[in-house]
């Protein structure tokens, strides 16, 4: 039979608890650079404007990051076939082949996904237990 007793005397509580929250806000924010660094690494580069509006905030137990431009949603779920109509003027004025085209309207047949945000979500749910371990273990626990 194996007896385990845990005593409270001299433990200190409030220091037990900084030093556990100094670890929970080290683990945030090496988990965001890290998912930082594996969304830039997977977001697909046409013009490169949505890998440099990727951008992490880091708050004291919380983090967010992800792309900024307002199109991202598109790019990650892709979109349905639809129909384009001029806003400010009478054609769409566009380049096909290297020749200038209008038109009064456009057909487009959609977008597939490229999920690079749940791709990233994925992989740092991977990553995420050796980061703790890590951070943990260099706290000195």
């Known amino acids: 039979m194996i007896t385990v007793e845990v005593k409270r005397e001299g433990l200190n509580i409030e220091a037990l608890c900084r030093m ?42 919380k983090a967010v990051i992800g792309p900024a431009v307002p199109y991202a949603v598109y790019v990650e779920y892709g979109t349905r076939p639809h129909e384009i109509l001029p806003v400010h003027a009478r054609a769409l004025r566009f380049e096909v082949a290297g020749r200038v085209v209008f038109a009064a309207r456009v057909h487009h047949p959609g977008t597939r996904p490229q999920p690079f945000v749940r791709e990233t979500a994925e992989q740092i749910r991977e990553d995420a237990p050796e980061i703790f371990h890590d951070v943990f273990v260099s706290e000195g626990w």
């Open 20 to 61: 556990f929250s100094r670890v929970i806000e080290r683990f945030i924010a090496q988990l965001a650079e890290r998912t930082e660094e594996v969304m830039h690494e997977k977001a697909p580069e046409r013009t490169g404007r949505l890998k440099k509006s990727i951008r992490k905030n880091v708050k004291p137990y």
